[in-house]
């Protein structure tokens, strides 16, 4: 008996339950609790967004970064970091004529060849290898001029956080209180002082 249907078939509906109807729906999650979830956190550009259906018969996009910096994992500068994420760029033709029309659920981020992204990434499915962004699309942010933002235009990032007094520099202290796009060095700096330095557990970051 091929069990491959009745595998995609679970796991699209699991996908697509636990996944939000409207990304506006997505649990809130500040730059705290992105950091607390992310298995690897890192910058770099986008190489090349591919998609395809694997051997148990999930569609997934395929991404491809190459990296600039690493805030938390082993990433060494201008390394591949390739994942796999649930979901097709665009319904697909399949052999036997069918339409396969799982495409990424709503609620997750979308990638683009050549953009300069910094990720927070969830660590792998186990069952799948699939992964994506910690906070889903709140997880990914895009960088232009120098300036970062997420698809929500920050909303949420910095809220309900306190540091400990004298912790962050004047400039880090002001992203704070911006409405939008941040300073992308000033972001990825404060990032990776919280995760070198272990602020979140050892309460200097709450």
């Given at each position: 008996?091929?069990?491959?249907?009745?595998?995609?078939?679970?796991?699209?509906?699991?996908?697509?339950?636990?996944?939000?109807?409207?990304?506006?729906?997505?649990?809130?999650?500040?730059?705290?609790?992105?950091?607390?979830?992310?298995?690897?956190?890192?910058?770099?550009?986008?190489?090349?967004?591919?998609?395809?259906?694997?051997?148990?018969?999930?569609?997934y996009t395929e991404v491809?970064?190459?990296?600039?910096?690493?805030?938390?994992?082993?990433?060494?500068?201008?390394s591949s970091y390739t994942?796999?994420?649930?979901?097709?760029?665009?319904?697909?033709?399949?052999?036997?004529?069918?339409?396969?029309?799982?495409?990424?659920?709503?609620?997750?981020?979308?990638?683009?060849?050549?953009?300069?992204?910094?990720?927070?990434m969830h660590e792998a499915?186990?069952?799948?290898?699939?992964?994506?962004?910690?906070?889903?699309?709140?997880?990914?942010?895009?960088?232009?001029?120098?300036?970062?933002?997420?698809?929500?235009?920050?909303?949420?990032?910095?809220?309900?956080?306190?540091?400990?007094?004298?912790?962050?520099?004047?400039?880090?202290?002001?992203?704070?209180?911006?409405?939008?796009?941040?300073?992308?060095?000033?972001?990825?700096?404060?990032?990776?002082?919280?995760?070198?330095?272990?602020?979140?557990?050892?309460?200097?970051?709450?």
């Amino acid at each position: 008996m091929n069990l491959k249907p009745y595998l995609l078939a679970l796991i699209s509906a699991l996908v697509l339950l636990a996944a939000p109807s409207h990304a506006a729906k997505l649990k809130p999650q500040n730059l705290k609790q992105l950091i607390a979830e992310s298995e690897s956190i890192l910058s770099g550009q986008v190489q090349s967004v591919t998609d395809g259906i694997s051997e148990q018969g999930i569609p997934y996009t395929e991404v491809t970064i190459k990296v600039n910096t690493a805030a938390k994992g082993q990433h060494a500068r201008n390394s591949s970091y390739t994942f796999r994420q649930f979901g097709l760029t665009q319904p697909r033709t399949l052999a036997n004529g069918n339409k396969m029309l799982a495409v990424t659920p709503e609620g997750f981020p979308r990638w683009h060849a050549n953009e300069t992204v910094v990720v927070f990434m969830h660590e792998a499915a186990g069952l799948t290898g699939l992964r994506t962004t910690a906070g889903m699309a709140q997880g990914k942010f895009v960088i232009q001029g120098g300036k970062l933002r997420n698809e929500f235009n920050n909303h949420g990032i910095f809220s309900e956080m306190e540091f400990a007094n004298g912790l962050l520099s004047e400039s880090e202290n002001k992203m704070l209180t911006t409405t939008g796009a941040v300073d992308a060095a000033d972001f990825m700096g404060l990032v990776g002082k919280a995760v070198s330095e272990q602020w979140i557990s050892n309460g200097k970051m709450k």
